[in-house]
């Protein structure tokens, strides 16, 4: 089952006897947990019906004995265990899982790490219950997935203003949200979009000196905007670390190269093909004119030399600001 598809039916009150939540990406399994915790039982049925427990703490056959109590005046009795990997003879819940209460609800949140498929475990839950693998998202998809995110709560945000939260917060989503949550409240009366400029008052972040406008000016080849932002960067690498400016700008002259490549250079199949917003769609189209394909392989190979660089590989005393500096003089000359 999906994480929508989980979420939609706990909503629903639909109720399975056992989640197994795992993988790399804690918000899904915290987002998941925290519905059941919040939904399944009134607060006057929590105090005995409503157990949170540690795996480092218990071993299976604890809570195996946990999970085949029955509710006291309530429909269900809920057991969630967080760091789940952790207990000790977790295969002891098996005979559980094998054949569960269909009064009990076990949730298993085991983080950053997978439960063996091969397990009799695993295939019991499988069947009985609910397996959710998470996965962290890969960075090129946290704008799209800002976008979505806002769009179920009613909100929407500009494409620039998400890039930007992107830059600075990358993929990690529980943070993300916490900066989302922050913008929300200190959003005017009647506003639902998050701009640039409202990032910018509230969260110290520059909507005008970032990755985002510097790939913008160097993709019309603005020399002055592009030596400005690089040199405001340089000066700020504490916020403004050189391997988020050289990530955003691979990612950016990567997808050029494969906009040089397609035949059908309409908007729509841009957007399509190079899996990005049409907002952004100008950019590629302004970029061609100003770097060929060969010029734009030089580009890549020399984003992959100072990445090396700025990690101290073939560098002797140049610090970040100057590594950034000599880098965008060498694409724009």
């Known amino acids: 089952m999906t994480f929508e598809q989980i979420i939609t039916d706990i909503r629903n009150r639909k ?25 399944v039982l009134d607060e006057g049925q929590k105090a005995f019906n409503l157990s949170i427990i540690y795996g480092k703490d218990v071993e299976g056959a604890q809570i195996d004995n946990a999970a085949r109590r029955f509710p006291m005046g309530a429909d269900y009795n809920v057991i969630i265990v967080k760091e789940a990997q952790m207990i000790s003879k977790i295969d002891n819940l098996q005979y559980f899982a094998a054949n569960p209460l269909k009064s009990t609800i076990l949730v298993l949140c085991y983080k950053y790490e997978v439960l063996d498929k091969r397990k009799k475990l695993y295939k019991s839950i499988d069947q009985n219950g609910v397996v959710l693998a998470t996965k962290k998202i890969y960075e090129d ?4 997935w800002i976008e979505s995110f806002l769009k179920r709560a009613g909100y929407h945000i500009e494409p620039g203003a998400a890039m930007i939260l992107t830059e600075y917060l990358g993929n990690d989503l529980s943070r993300i949200t916490g900066e989302i949550e922050k913008l929300l409240i200190t959003l005017p009366k009647g506003q639902m979009k998050i701009t640039p400029e409202h990032i910018e008052e509230n969260s110290g972040i520059s909507k005008e000196f970032n990755s985002f406008e510097l790939v913008k000016a160097l993709s ?15 000066e700020n690498q504490k916020n403004n670390h050189i391997s988020i400016t050289i990530s955003a700008l691979f990612y950016y002259y990567a997808k050029l190269l494969a906009y040089h490549f397609m035949d059908d250079k309409s908007p729509r199949n841009v957007t399509t093909s190079l899996g990005i917003n049409s907002y952004f769609v100008p950019d590629y189209q302004q970029g061609s004119l100003h770097y060929p394909r060969k010029k734009v392989i030089q580009i890549i190979s020399l984003l992959r030399e100072f990445d090396l660089k700025s990690k101290g590989f073939g560098n002797v005393s140049a610090n970040e600001g100057e590594l950034l500096k000599e880098l965008i003089f060498k694409i724009l000359h």
């Open 15 to 39: 109720f399975y006897p056992i989640y197994l939540l795992m993988g790399e990406e804690p918000y899904f399994i915290d987002q998941i947990s925290d519905l059941l915790q919040n939904t």
């Open 141 to 144: 998809q946290v704008p799209k």
């Open 220 to 234: 019309r080849k603005n020399i002055l905007k592009a030596n400005r932002i690089i040199n405001y960067l340089g």
